[in-house]
C-alpha cells in the first residue's frame, strides 16, 4: 500500500498532471519494490509553500509504506529530489520528505486491514 504524495508551489500545466502523478506511482513502486497496482500517488501543485522564508520552487512529499525500509530512506531521498528536480525543476535543498512505516493494523482497504 505504498502512498506517495507532492505537495509543491510549482505550476504545472494541467495537461501534465497525469503524466506526472503516473511518473510518481511508478517511481514508488520501484523504489520499494511493490506492485505499482497497490501505490496511491497524488499530486498537489500550486500550493501556497514558503521554504526558508521564500516562495522559490520547493516541495514537501510523503513516503508511506507497510514494511517501509528504513535503511534505504537515503537512498529513497536521492531518488525522490532526482526525479523533482528533473519532472518539475525543484532543487533537491527545496524538499522536505517524510518517510512513514505504517502498520498493517493500522491501515484499511476494501473493508479490511493490511
Given amino acids: 500500500m505504498p502512498f506517495i504524495k507532492v505537495e509543491t508551489n510549482v ?17 514508488a513502486a520501484s523504489m520499494l519494490g ?9 499530486l498537489e ?5 514558503f521554504f526558508g522564508g521564500t516562495d522559490a520552487p520547493a516541495a514537501y512529499v510523503t513516503l508511506d509504506s507497510i514494511g517501509l525500509p ?4 537515503t537512498d529513497f531521498s536521492k531518488e525522490i529530489c532526482g526525479f523533482l528536480a528533473s519532472n518539475l525543476g525543484i532543487p533537491g535543498n ?6 512513514g512505516d ?4 493500522l491501515f484499511g482497504w476494501d473493508g479490511k486491514t493490511f
Fill in 45 to 49: 501543485p500550486e500550493k501556497p509553500l
Fill in 11 to 27: 505550476v504545472i500545466d494541467e495537461a501534465d498532471i497525469p503524466s506526472v502523478t503516473k511518473k510518481m506511482s511508478e517511481l
Fill in 70 to 73: 528504513e535503511d534505504r530512506t
Fill in 94 to 99: 527545496r524538499v522536505y520528505i517524510a518517510f
Fill in 34 to 42: 511493490k506492485p505499482e497496482t497497490y501505490v496511491l500517488a497524488t
Fill in 102 to 105: 505504517i502498520q498493517r493494523h
